[in-house]
């Protein structure tokens, strides 16, 4: 269960035809990739405290470790429960401060304690409800695609296209005058 000050996401497990299935219940049992549970459970798991920080109240808003059910609050109050319902852990998630290179800090409050820490880890909780579901309508190989079409309103469609199969490069066709492409993938970037 995921508390936020927008709302609150319950992501909820279901065994179907033999495979245990995640969903949300707010979106009418909407499926949710196993993937970012996962990632969010494991991270939870995973956190090791590196530092404490404030137990003001006033500064919480600073690193998003304010109370959830709070107007205005950016964190996020995320609790695991076993398969029985019983409660395992919550964790109010807060200011990420994601590494370059390597998996970075995240600054975290225990409910009902003053004490914020930051800490050593990731824990990739969604900001809106359909951060959790699987957003992707189509999944091509870009080396498969050969030609896309871009509508635009009030402007004419743009074609972009390889003459033949195994062409590196992309020509863009119907570009407005006084246009031109930003950078050289720009048409890979709109075929993609």
Not at 20 to 45: C, H, N
Not at 58 to 72: F, N, Q, S, T
Not at 79 to 103: H, N, Q, Y
Not at 115 to 129: D, N
């Amino acid at each position: 269960v995921v508390k936020r000050a927008d709302g609150t996401s319950t992501i909820e497990s279901r065994e179907k035809n033999g495979k245990l299935q995640w969903s949300i219940k707010e979106l009418d049992g909407y499926p949710v990739p196993f993937e970012i549970v996962r990632a969010v459970a494991a991270g939870m798991t995973q956190l090791r405290l590196v530092e404490s920080k404030t137990e003001r109240p006033a500064l919480y808003h600073r690193i998003h470790v304010e109370d959830p059910g709070k107007k205005g609050s950016k964190g996020a109050l995320v609790t695991l429960f076993d398969r029985k319902g019983d409660k395992m852990a919550s964790l109010i998630v807060g200011l990420d401060e994601g590494g370059v290179f390597s998996v970075g800090n995240v600054f975290v409050r225990r409910p009902g304690q003053a004490r914020s820490w930051l800490a050593h880890g990731k824990v990739p909780v969604p900001e809106k409800r359909v951060g959790w579901l699987n957003q992707t309508i189509i999944d091509v190989d870009l080396p498969r695609v050969r030609e896309s079409t871009l509508y635009l309103p009030g402007h004419p469609p743009l074609h972009i296209y390889k003459k033949h199969q195994g062409d590196e490069d992309f020509i863009v066709e119907g570009m407005p005058k006084g246009y031109e492409l930003k950078n050289l993938f720009g048409a890979e970037d709109i075929a993609r």
